[in-house]
């Protein structure tokens, strides 16, 4: 009777409703979802703002380094195969997040909505941290040695003053590269549409 019951409360254990993926995911995993999330919240600024010139200005100009910056750093990553420390990432070890950042800012200021700075902070807080968390650990597993010398000298989203100077295999530049391996051409395209919409709205 002992074994049945053992049975039985496994059989009901196994049975029982599990949490639902997206609630799971979004506590423990959310990084997948980052780039869902900032697409419509850029499509939502760019749908619903009432754009004020100048800060148009302004927000085209951070939206276009934010454009740059992407444009740089993709040039550089081959995905799990080389630690890139060089361009970019020889100043941070998160350049395409910096370059997100200031996309992200320029559409705040581009669409003349207040609150969308805090709901921009909010996103970014949200997401990022636990995302760039990951990304470390796993560049750490794959290139030991090389990637603790690299994050010594680079932070992860703020800037250095000096470029980092290592021994890590040095891919140079491709703009084949940026353009067909990690999309940029397209994400610029629909950014520049995005911003072109909103000078469309300007009274």
């Known amino acids: 009777m002992a074994q049945q019951g053992s049975l039985e409360g496994a059989d009901a254990r196994a049975t029982a409703p599990a949490p639902t993926g997206l609630l799971h995911d979004l506590r423990h995993r959310r990084r997948r979802y980052r780039q869902l999330v900032g697409v419509l919240f850029v ?39 080389v630690l890139a420390t060089v361009g970019p990432y020889a100043r941070v070890r998160h350049p395409l997040y910096v370059g997100n ?13 207040w609150w969308s700075v805090p709901v921009a902070l909010a996103i970014l807080f ?3 941290p636990q995302t760039i968390r990951y990304e470390d650990q796993k560049l750490r597993r794959l290139f030991p040695g090389d990637w603790d ?12 003053v000096t470029a980092y100077v290592g021994n890590a295999e040095r891919v140079p530049w491709s703009l084949r590269r940026s353009f ?13 549409g995005g911003l072109w919409y909103l000078f469309t709205k300007l009274a």
Do not use: D
Not at 180 to 192: F, V
């Open 43 to 81: 499509l939502w600024m760019t749908l619903v703002g009432h754009p004020i010139e100048w800060l148009l200005w302004v927000g085209v100009a951070l939206s276009t380094l934010g454009m740059l910056v992407r444009l740089w750093a993709s040039g550089y990553v081959m995905k799990n195969e």
């Open 101 to 113: 950042i200031l996309i992200c800012a320029g559409f705040c200021a581009a669409s003349g909505l």
């Open 126 to 128: 949200f997401f990022y």
């Open 149 to 160: 010398r690299w994050a010594a000298e680079t932070r992860a989203l703020l800037p250095s």
């Open 180 to 192: 067909l391996r990690n999309g940029e051409p397209l994400h610029i395209l629909l950014l520049g």
